[in-house]
């Protein structure tokens, strides 16, 4: 999780974001990536399903992100699995936002 | 007729029992006080008890407080003022007496034995005087004199008023057949319309018949007179057959003793039967009585709820009983005295209809129930099962803007926990309590506890209730 992703990087890496802050950024790197692929970042706010967002992965290597916009009403605890296009995890990051 | 059959076959053995027996312990205070004067005044008092709850019944306040004072306070004074009388009939007395014994009054004071000897000293000139208590109690009036204990007999009488004897200027204290105190101090009576040839012992005499109910026979040293004193009167007697009469009369001993056996026995027939009226009375009045309502909200217990099993929801918490009883037992009704118990050794898992009956409800005796609300319960089961969860830590607070929380590590990262199946299905993280950034920064190991939810759930044996949490916060580049 990072606050912004800048030049294909993710910048300020971190577990917990401001609600003050303009957006969280889920960044996911895949390699190798045999073929083309669709992956879903699947935003939940405590256990809450928030957001679920489709992304293309492309041979051979690819990285690819997602981001929310945070509000005063975003705080708690959140998760973002990362699924393929059956549904298995492929991966669960978690953070929260704060004050 | 019917509703009579019907009422009494409402009442629970446990009633019977608690007649029975408050009536036999109030017909033992009868047999054992009878003829007392705390037993005339315990008679006042329950008199004045009764006229309290009719003042209280019509409302009339002023008077139930003064009712109920004088009744506390008659309580002390009887304590206080007949301690002797009480005292004298309990030590008396031994414990099968107390608690079985029927009569007091077994023992006949001879009275033709007396009155020989009576009249055989006054033919000898030899003074004497002869007390038979009535039915108030003479310590007060009395004092001094020996204890003797010793059955009537001539020679006794003869050799206690014997010139030579140290007690024979005293009183004898006559008790049933027995001579109980000799050498007794009598009250002197002051009184200045005497023949100027009475002596002490009948000032003697006419003092103690005047204060108290005793009879006091008086045998003139000088003149060989013998004389009966009773109340305000002195009277000389001139012939054995009427001082025996007067001594009968005045002990109530009648002449035919066949006729006194059934009087007694009458007697004691009537109180058993009377205690065990008043007794029902009362016991009626208090658990049977006035109608009276009041709702209560109980918690419901449930039990035998089978092992591997748990209960994920119920229609209610707590069901409204309207009970109703007598209003002394209604207004002393505690919700902790009633309680509401379900048996779940039937239920199955998934959803229970389960109606509450009487069977469920425990009361206190005398109280019935009128209602439940509501009479059916949704119980919902669950088979139990344990799960390994995430843990997730619930961040709170606010770090300083040129922080920022670069990573963190926890230890255990799952948690095992038990509960419902269908609960645990939905569940896919555990969330710790919140736990503040604003004082953090730099490395650091904090803990914090698991929040469990919902509350049914629980941590498995063996696993940990929190997690070590090993943070790093760097400046923002």
Known sequence: MCEEVVDNTPSNPTMVFSAGKEKAVCFSLFDPVPQKTVIYHNWYH??????????????????????????????????????????????VLRFSVTD | MEKLINFLLSMRWQ?????????????????????????????GMTVLWFFQRIAISLGLIVTSWVVQGIVAVGAIIIIVVFRNEIRRVLQAKNLKSILWGLSSKS????????????????????????????????????????????????????SIFWQDNPVHDGAAIVQGDQISVVGAILPLSHRDDLPSY??????????????TDALVIVVSEERGDVLVAKGNRLRAIRQKRTLE???????????????????G??????????????ITGIWFSVSRGQDTLVSLDIPVDYTNRATGTEIVSTSVKSVSLVLSGSGALVKSVT??????????????IGSNSLSITTDNISLPPGILLREVTPELIEVVLDETVKKQLPVQIDWAGKLSPELILLDFTMSPETIEVMGGKQILEKITTLYSEKVPLDNLSGKGEITAKIVLNPTTLKIAPG???????????QKRE
């Open chain 1, 46 to 91: 405590r256990d809450i399903p928030s957001a679920r967002i489709q992304l293309t992965l492309n041979p051979p290597r690819w990285s690819t992100h997602s981001s929310i916009q945070l509000r005063k009403t975003d705080i708690g605890p959140w998760r973002v699995e990362i699924t393929n296009e059956k549904g298995k995890v492929l991966g």
């Open chain 2, 15 to 43: 009633d019977f029992i608690d007649i029975c027996l408050n009536s036999y312990i109030l017909f033992r205070f009868y047999v054992l006080f009878r003829g007392t004067n705390v037993f005339r005044v315990l008679i």
């Open chain 2, 107 to 158: 023992a006949i004071t001879p009275t033709e034995i007396i009155a020989d000897s009576v009249f055989d000293m006054a033919h000898r000139k030899c003074g004497g005087l002869i007390v038979f208590p009535g039915k108030e109690d003479l310590s007060d009036a009395v004092q001094g004199g020996i204890p003797w204990k010793g059955m009537i007999t001539r020679e006794m009488i003869t």
């Open chain 2, 198 to 211: 009475y002596g002490t012992r009948h000032r003697a005499a006419l003092g103690l018949a005047d204060a």
């Open chain 2, 245 to 263: 009469q007067h001594i009968q009369e005045h002990l109530g001993i009648a002449a035919d003793k066949k006729a006194a056996v059934r009087k």
């Open chain 2, 265 to 278: 026995g009458l007697e004691i027939a009537a109180a058993a039967l009377l205690s065990i009226v008043f």
């Open chain 2, 335 to 348: 919700p902790d005295q009633v309680s509401v118990r379900l048996d779940l050794s039937s239920a199955v």
């Open chain 2, 463 to 473: 696993s940990k209730d929190k997690v070590t949490i090993q943070y790093l916060i």
